[in-house]
């Protein structure tokens, strides 16, 4: 079983290179998956795919995880001052 919960049926880019992948519902597109995304907080500039696992939390974030080094790594994706969805990491789980 992989990590992704939701279908990507939408695509977009971000104006960082980042690609957004949306499922298509009957209320509008809801975030399934982020390819290329900005590890934020970490060393470098690291990026990679982040998987959406729940619904929105707060109003700035939205639960999530992704692999580092064949390692699953949670987190949440939130919005970095240039307004570009980026991931960053937690330390508790």
Same mark, same amino acid.
């Given at each position: =079983? $992989? ?5 990507a @049926?939408?695509?977009?880019m971000q104006? @960082? $290179?980042a #690609?957004?992948?949306?499922a298509?519902?009957m209320?509008g597109?809801?975030l ?5 995304c900005r590890? +934020?907080d970490?060393?470098g @500039?690291m990026?990679? #795919? ?5 619904e929105?939390? *707060?109003?700035?974030?939205i639960? +999530?995880? *992704?692999? #580092? =080094?064949?390692? *699953?790594v949670k987190?949440f994706?939130t *919005?970095d001052?240039?307004g570009n969805?980026?991931f960053?990491h937690?330390?508790? +789980?």
């Amino acid at each position: =079983m $992989g990590l992704q919960k939701y279908r990507a @049926d939408l695509s977009e880019m971000q104006k @960082d $290179g980042a #690609i957004i992948k949306s499922a298509q519902w009957m209320g509008g597109p809801s975030l399934a998956r982020i390819d290329n995304c900005r590890l +934020a907080d970490l060393q470098g @500039d690291m990026r990679g #795919i982040v998987y959406i696992q729940g619904e929105p939390d *707060t109003l700035f974030s939205i639960p +999530a995880v *992704t692999r #580092i =080094m064949g390692k *699953t790594v949670k987190g949440f994706v939130t *919005t970095d001052d240039d307004g570009n969805l980026v991931f960053r990491h937690v330390y508790y +789980a």
